[in-house]
Nanobody, 121 residues
Framework: QVQLVESGGGSVPAGGSLRLTCVFS????????MGWFRQAPGKEREFVIA????????YYADSAKGRFTISRDNTKNTVYLQMNSLKPEDTAVYYC??????????????WGQGTQVTVSS
């Protein structure tokens, strides 16, 4: 059974940066694309960014372009989300997900528990 554990969330001022980490276990990491989603209070979960199994392809939501990057270390079974130039509207719980490469929730079977990111103005 795949398990995903996120970390790295926190509170930062607008313009700041955070790096989220997601550690994968339970199956062969390179069999899975990895994605990040987020859910703000009172809103639906939305796609942020995804990477293919080898990191060779990246799929961005418009909100992530130019500010967020995703990377994976297949030797450590870990995927990272680097977030720069953070805005208050980036405040949300961020979720790591694994399975098929894509930009909708149903592309992914496995989900982490989430990590809170709060950006103050």
């Amino acid at each position: 059974q795949v398990q995903l554990v996120e970390s790295g969330g926190g509170s930062v001022p607008a313009g700041g940066s955070l790096r989220l980490t997601c550690v994968f276990s339970g199956r062969t990491f390179t069999n899975y694309a990895m994605g990040w989603f987020r859910q703000a209070p009172g809103k639906e979960r939305e796609f942020v960014i995804a990477t293919s199994w080898n990191g060779g392809s990246t799929y961005y939501a418009d909100s992530a372009k130019g500010r967020f990057t995703i990377s994976r270390d297949n030797t450590k079974n870990t995927v990272y989300l680097q977030m720069n130039s953070l805005k208050p509207e980036d405040t949300a719980v961020y979720y790591c997900a694994a399975d098929n490469y894509g930009g909708i929730s149903s592309d992914y079977t496995y989900w982490g528990q989430g990590t809170q990111v709060t950006v103050s103005s």
